[in-house]
């Protein structure tokens, strides 16, 4: 059930990235819009928050992000 949570986290967090969202908004985005008791206590849960969103900056910003539909590595490139 966890990699559920995962998966659904990333992908969100992949579409807000994709949409212009900075880091510290992809995380708040994570802390208040979803139930993340599941991943222990406060403390827990913000250490995940911002993991998940530090991975998907860090893709976005190497210029790469795995779908989440194919799971192929796709190039990113930013909407002017």
């Known amino acids: ?17 994709g949409r ?20 222990g206590s406060g403390k827990r849960q913000f250490e995940y928050a911002e993991r998940t969103a530090r ?7 190497a210029g790469k992000m795995k779908s989440t539909q194919t799971g192929k590595w796709i190039t990113f490139r930013p909407r002017n």
């Open 55 to 61: 991975k998907v900056i860090d893709q976005m910003m």
């Open 1 to 17: 059930m966890p990699q559920r949570l995962y998966g659904a986290d990333m992908a969100w967090a992949k579409h807000a990235a």
């Open 20 to 39: 212009g969202l900075t880091l510290e908004q992809i995380k708040d985005e994570l802390l208040d819009g979803r139930d993340l008791s599941k991943k």
